[in-house]
């Protein structure tokens, strides 16, 4: 099992404005995003499902990165 390739793929993404994290494995369903979806695919007028804010409003999470639980 390779960890880098998994970790280019399953990256998590944070928005900046109230801290959801949006992770693949789960996708956001009730936005019709699959699980296992990565954040590059989900299609740019995708809004965070916890305040509204853009795509673009959302960073990558480095490797290690402490996140709200």
Known sequence: MSTATAGAELARW?????GF???PDEGDPDSGIEPGTPFEDIPDDWMCPICGAMKSDFRQ???GEEFPG
């Open 61 to 63: 999470l480095e490797p």
């Open 21 to 23: 994290v949006y992770d």
């Open 14 to 18: 944070i928005c900046e404005p109230c």
